[in-house]
């Protein structure tokens, strides 16, 4: 059974800094990308960053130059390091996987339960 764990969230001024760590449990699974989303409410579900297996970054408009994702030094692991935070950054963020069982093809997504992030102005 897949678990993705968050932790890392809380409450910052703006302008401060917060890293986010998700630690999944993901045996017998090969990771093909791992990343963060977020929700703020009555908002819809964004991406954050992700990373790819082969090390590609891809980044929501609002995360370049402020976020940076990494991955951790265990297999299922990423972060994320957010900078300058802003008020409009507040939300829940959820670690994501998308991940294939071993011999298979078919790909799966995977959520976490969410880390409440909330910076004040």
């Known amino acids: 059974q897949v678990q993705l764990v968050e932790s890392g969230g809380g409450l910052v001024q703006a302008g401060g800094f917060l890293k986010l760590s998700c630690v999944g449990s993901?045996?017998?699974?090969?990771?093909?990308?791992m990343g963060w989303y977020r929700q703020a409410p009555g908002n819809q579900r964004e991406l954050v960053a992700t990373?790819?297996?082969?090390?590609?970054?891809n980044y929501a408009d609002f995360a370049v130059g402020r976020f940076i994702i990494s991955r951790g030094n265990a297999k299922g692991t990423v972060n994320l390091q957010m900078s300058n935070l802003k008020p409009e950054d507040t939300a829940v963020y959820y670690c994501y996987a998308e991940l294939r069982r071993y011999g298979r093809t078919h790909r799966n997504d995977y959520w976490g339960q969410g880390t409440q992030v909330t910076v004040s102005s």
């Open positions: 993901i045996s017998g699974f090969t990771i093909e990308t």
């Open positions: 990373i790819s297996s082969d090390g590609t970054l």
